[in-house]
């Protein structure tokens, strides 16, 4: 099975990206893409993030090898149903969304005829829609695929074979593991810095601009992390609901030790949790899934 066109719908952050990394790494690839939103469609066209920009779903999927679905995991089943009708039997249907189970259910009612092989590349920035794409942003990153137990090889081999060539490591596993780690290593940490974020805000009036002045490198890096996507994370908790929750409730127990240990002047019980967190960050380097430099190799921007 080979993957000669691939139709890109929703053409924000990840969907320009893919769209750039296939014209850089995949250029015999043809590539079209749809977006609901008629500014970004302008845009997109003029960024040249596809060949082809769309006026319709069902246009932009009609002979494609490959959809891949770049919508909020809200959205899934929406634009799903809009290209039905268009899609070609033998197509591959898959999404870049960060919660897998949802997704598979969705779009597996909605497309029951189709190869559906779920995808989530775990790369992002918290800029958003077609300006923020560029083509290096799977380079050396992570990409999980979740094939139902049912899915065709032929078809996983193939989206194996497509993400690598952009540059991605891809890891296959069950959807419903692959929602417990991405609450741990991804929802959570969002959760965290939308509250943090949020509690200085609500501060603002008793601190007259201090909060925002003095921020230090911790709270700046929260504020990175809040300003992404309201859309797409609004439906990645709603949609990933259990696995957050069950999460959120082991991390609030932590929470509650750690404010334990403060009150008590437990400075032993402190200092054995830096050390072991910081043993975490070591290992992230090593893995080469973050930049050493003071400013996480991020600049000024």
């Known amino acids: 099975m080979s993957i000669e066109r691939v139709a890109i719908v929703g053409l924000g952050l990840l969907g320009g990206s893919?769209?750039?990394?296939?014209?850089?790494?995949?250029p015999d690839t043809a590539t079209t893409g749809y977006d609901t939103d008629p500014d970004v469609r302008r845009r997109a066209t003029e960024l040249g993030l596809v060949g082809t920009v769309c006026e319709t779903a069902g246009e932009a999927v009609r002979e494609c090898d490959l959809v891949l679905l770049c919508v909020p995991v809200g959205a899934m089943e929406?634009?799903?149903?809009?290209?039905?009708?268009?899609?070609?039997?033998?197509?591959?249907?898959?999404d870049v969304g960060s919660s897998k189970q949802a997704v598979a259910d969705s779009l597996g009612r909605t497309l029951p005829k189709h190869a559906i092989v779920p995808a989530h590349p775990v790369a992002g920035t918290e800029r958003s829609g077609p300006d923020a794409g560029f083509a290096s942003l799977f380079s050396h990153r992570w990409c999980i695929l979740t094939p139902p137990a049912d899915a065709?090889?032929?078809?996983?081999?193939?989206?194996?074979?497509?993400?690598?060539?952009?540059?991605?490591?891809?890891?296959?596993?069950?959807?419903?593991?692959?929602?417990?780690?991405?609450?741990?290593?991804s929802h959570i940490p969002?959760?965290?810095?939308?509250?943090?974020?949020?509690?200085?805000?609500d501060l603002e009036e008793v601190t007259r601009g201090e909060v925002i002045?003095?921020?230090?490198?911790?709270?700046?890096?929260?504020?990175r992390i809040a300003a992404s996507d309201p859309t797409m994370w609004r439906d990645v908790f709603l949609s990933n609901r259990e696995a957050v929750l069950e999460m959120l409730g082991r991390f609030t127990e932590d929470?509650?030790?750690?404010?334990?240990?403060?009150?008590?002047g437990d400075g032993e019980a402190l200092f054995e949790l830096f050390?072991?967190?910081r043993a975490i960050r070591r290992s992230i380097l090593e893995q080469g899934q973050d930049d050493a430099r003071p400013d996480f190799g991020r600049g000024d921007h």
């Open 275 to 277: 050390s072991k967190t």
């Open 255 to 264: 929470l509650t030790a750690l404010q334990r240990a403060i009150r008590r």
């Open 152 to 185: 065709d090889p032929a078809a996983v081999a193939a989206l194996t074979g497509f993400w690598e060539a952009l540059g991605a490591k891809v890891e296959i596993m069950e959807a419903e593991h692959h929602d417990l780690v991405l609450a741990v290593t």
């Open 190 to 201: 969002h959760l965290i810095a939308y509250t943090i974020v949020g509690t200085a805000s």
């Open 18 to 26: 893919v769209g750039l990394a296939v014209a850089e790494h995949l």
């Open 78 to 94: 929406t634009a799903a149903t809009a290209l039905a009708d268009d899609l070609p039997p033998h197509a591959i249907v898959s």
């Open 213 to 223: 002045k003095y921020s230090a490198g911790g709270f700046r890096d929260f504020t």
